[in-house]
């Protein structure tokens, strides 16, 4: 069965700093992988999405995914965080052929001024 | 313009009521879904229809009864509430139904609190 596992459950970084939120995967066969961002009281909003190809991602808002196949791992990241990407983040992997979507417990980014 | 639109934004009722969570899509995709979020923000997905048609139904109880009159609109009734099904309901949208990988489209959600 397809499944993510995101370990933190919080990451504080200070404004201005690099970001990384993990996110491992487990799949059978070829990974479709997505970040998404939830807001306070919003719906989820799409970041980016790896599906075969370069394993760096660029996505919306300035954010980057890294795929690295033997580590099983794509890490979201960021060269320099603003307190406005203080959110929810959610790593999500797809599983069978409809879009169906596994995501992950979801990792709560802090940004300090 | 709100893209995927849901409502109630809140919805609050008593045990053993019925209950209905409506929701809209203006993007023109071919498929929708309904989505559980509990308290610790865990999601997991309910149903997924695509045009008209039940393509995903997980592990839900029958008492959740998803109905799509058009590829527009997929509603959710739950019958019988229960203290358990208390949660926040996302309704999200896409194209196509996942062969080219399209992403989600979520509604704001509808926060259900059953006393």
């Known amino acids: 069965a397809q499944s993510v596992a995101q370990p933190e459950d919080q990451v504080n970084v200070a404004e201005g700093n690099p970001l990384t939120v993990k996110c491992t995967y487990s799949v059978s066969g070829n990974p479709y992988l997505f970040w998404y961002v939830q807001y306070p009281n919003r719906g989820l909003q799409f970041l980016l999405k790896y599906i075969t190809g370069d394993n760096l991602v660029k996505g919306s808002y300035g954010f980057e995914a890294e795929f690295n196949k033997s580590q099983t791992s794509f890490h979201l990241k960021k060269p320099s965080a603003l307190v406005s990407d203080s959110a929810l983040y959610f790593c999500?992997?797809?599983?069978?052929?409809?879009?169906?979507?596994?995501f992950g417990a979801g990792t709560r980014l802090a940004v300090h001024p | 313009d709100t893209a995927v639109s849901q409502t109630p934004k809140y919805l609050v009722t008593q045990m053993g009521n019925d209950k209905s969570i409506k929701c809209e899509q203006n993007?023109?995709?071919?498929?929708m879904y309904w989505y559980k979020q509990d308290s610790k923000k865990f999601l997991k997905i309910m149903f997924s229809y695509n045009n008209k048609e039940l393509i995903i139904n997980e592990t839900v109880p029958n008492r959740f009864s998803p109905k799509s009159p058009d590829k527009a609109h997929l509603n959710l009734h739950i019958n019988s509430l229960e203290l358990g099904d208390s949660a926040v309901y996302f309704c999200?949208?896409?194209?196509?139904?996942?062969?080219?990988?399209?992403?989600?489209?979520f509604g704001n959600g509808t926060r259900l609190t059953v006393t």
């Open positions: 999200a949208s896409s194209r196509g139904t996942g062969g080219d990988n399209s992403p989600l489209h």
């Open positions: 999500a992997v797809k599983s069978g052929g409809y879009n169906k979507l596994i």
């Open positions: 993007l023109g995709h071919d498929t």
